[in-house]
């Protein structure tokens, strides 16, 4: 490789991670997930931001409603009970206290948090307010957490499974049907409230005040938490970015709004025929929230017609990629891969990435360490002739360095004429002083692609190979980084041989295995072990190609003694 490739790549190398080793840690991060946090966001945090009906119509209009007061005290005598609804997927636990979601168990995936290590993910909070519902009746507002009385005690989810609630208060009724089906983590909700009146009316959703901690890292889950909407794109706004007690209001129209955590999601879809129909979406950290909150009152706004009427759907599950697709709407992009500026290059490759992983894994049944073996080997068989093609025209600029010298010495005091020269010298070798540099840069999309898919993607979420537990996580012994390091180095000796004595290559020869091995120490193991084998398979090519280097560079070194002027006068000799 030429100084300008080398460049180029490290140049790429430090734009695509600088962000993730300077990005600021949360303080406080530790505390995000546990039960019993002492940070609860009061009821009314954020009602005094939500968007209100216009008076003529259902559609919703940027004014701010009456503030919401504070949660109602529970009636005397009045007792909380959770239905809990069971699948082979997750157990739902639905307080008939509001008919909120307050337990979200899922069973295929494990809690890597110390304290509850090895149990079943529950991904809510103790103190959940998902699918909380409060009502705006022109100035009156009024918070339903009233005691529901549901149609069954606990639930065993078979086929598709309708759980019913009601309450009533004060010429107020509210109805519900929550729909559970066994193989999917969605669940429809139907409703309706009576006595809403002709001007109708608006309904807002709770979905704070975040997600439970269920890994090991909680710092890098916590830089991980936030609010996710979905318009005519996504916009994503980190909870750790909210400044306590101002609320961040996202106006809609939108078809659907998540609050993410690394892996695992709680998500709102509302639209129709003609698109979205969730009003907004606020979102306020509370008042004593630290300087880096992990939690806000998130509530959404669905407006509400004369007949009372409402629907919409809930996921609270893993980001499973392919699931998230299948719900449509851009779902699956709650799960971002790559940084704004980046994403349109990287996540399709991403995407392919993360899909031929998953299908070797299941359909070739390997271990995903073996799965990133044999993709890295796979990657270099398929760049092989790119690779041959880029490191063949460096080799021509290599060949003819001599040359360009020479040109360089002859006419050192005409430019003109260098330049001249050298495009001749150029044409007349074939040489493209560009061609060495963009096929060595095509595998970096792809290890860009792999470090977002180890980032983000839950079907390598505690994949263990040999001494690593887990491929997403960095190596605790430091091993796979220092053999990746150390495979570098190689890499590079062998693509020197035949090369001119340089002092510059010779430096980068020895401080870019060093300074790639430092940034990769706290990068996925998954990502260090493809790496490694990549360049480990990329040897032979580079040995073969050295070779060849080294008999191109010794037949320009005759070609340059020959045209040489001071050789002139002897060959003419020789003829006479």
Not at 203 to 209: A, I, K
Not at 247 to 265: D, Q
Not at 322 to 338: E, K, M, S, T
Not at 373 to 382: A, K, Q, S
């Amino acid at each position: 490789m030429d100084r300008r490739t080398i460049w180029a790549i490290l140049l790429m190398m430090a734009i695509a991670v600088a962000p993730a080793i300077f990005l600021k840690k949360p303080r406080g991060s530790a505390e995000s997930g546990k039960r019993g946090s002492e940070t609860a966001v009061p009821a009314d945090s954020s009602a005094a931001h939500a968007l209100t009906p216009n008076r003529d119509t259902t559609k919703a209009v940027a004014s701010p409603p009456p503030s919401l007061p504070a949660e109602s005290p529970r009636a005397e005598g009045a007792t909380e009970d959770t239905v809990r609804v069971s699948s082979p997927l997750y157990t739902y636990g639905i307080s008939t206290r509001g008919a909120r979601l307050v337990e979200a168990t899922l069973p295929r995936y494990r809690s890597m948090e110390p304290t509850e290590r090895g149990k079943a993910a529950q991904i809510l909070p103790p103190d959940s307010k998902l699918l909380g519902l409060t009502l705006v009746l022109g100035k009156d507002t009024i918070p339903l957490d009233w005691p529901f009385t549901a149609s069954a005690e606990s639930v065993q989810v078979r086929g598709p499974t309708p759980l019913r609630l009601s309450a009533s208060r004060d010429g107020v009724k509210v109805d519900l049907t929550y729909t559970f089906h066994p193989d999917d983590y969605r669940v429809d909700v139907d409703g309706r409230v009576t006595g809403v009146g002709p001007n109708g009316g608006l309904l807002l959703v709770g979905m704070g005040p975040t997600l439970a901690n269920t890994e090991a890292n909680s710092t890098e889950n916590h830089r991980a938490l936030a609010l996710v909407t979905k318009h005519s794109e996504t916009e994503r706004t980190d909870l750790a970015g909210l400044k306590p007690g101002e609320p961040k209001t996202v106006s809609g129209p939108l078809e659907w709004a998540a609050i993410k955590s690394k892996y695992f999601v709680t998500g709102v879809l509302a639209f129709d025929s003609t698109g979205g129909v969730i009003s907004g979406v606020t979102a306020t950290a509370p008042p004593t929230a630290g300087k880096r909150p992990d939690r806000a009152d998130v509530r959404l706004s669905l407006p509400l017609p004369p007949s009372g009427t409402f629907s919409y759907t809930v996921y609270a599950g893993p980001m499973e990629y392919d699931r998230l697709h299948r719900i449509g709407h851009g779902f699956d992009d709650v799960n971002p891969y790559g940084w704004p500026g980046f994403r349109t290059i990287i996540r399709p490759v991403a995407a392919g990435v993360r899909w031929l992983l998953v299908w070797m894994h299941e359909h070739l049944h390997l271990a995903y360490g073996f799965v990133l073996v044999i993709f890295g080997v796979l990657v270099r068989l398929l760049l092989w002739p790119l690779n041959q093609k880029a490191m063949r025209a460096n080799m021509q600029m290599q060949a003819v360095q001599p040359l360009m010298k020479d040109i360089q010495e002859r006419y050192k005091n005409d430019p003109q004429k260098v330049q001249q020269e050298m495009f001749k010298l150029y044409k007349e070798h074939g040489v493209n002083p560009l061609g060495g540099c963009w096929p060595m840069l095509l595998p970096m999309p792809v290890l860009f692609a792999l470090f977002f898919v180890f980032q983000n993607s839950i079907e390598l979420r505690g994949a263990s190979f040999a001494w690593l537990p887990d491929l997403s996580r960095p190596d605790p012994l430091y091993i796979i980084p220092v053999i990746m390091g150390i495979s570098m180095f190689g890499l590079s000796k062998v693509g020197q041989i035949g090369m001119e004595p340089n002092p510059q290559m010779k430096m980068m020869l020895y401080v870019m295995p060093v300074m790639m091995t430092f940034l990769f120490l706290n990068f996925a193991s998954g990502l260090n072990l493809y790496y490694a084998v990549s360049n480990i398979a990329s040897i032979p090519q580079q040995w073969m190609l050295a070779r060849e280097r080294q008999k191109r560079t010794a037949k320009a070194i005759v070609e340059v003694k020959t045209r040489s002027p001071e050789n002139k006068p002897a060959k003419a000799k020789r003829k006479a």
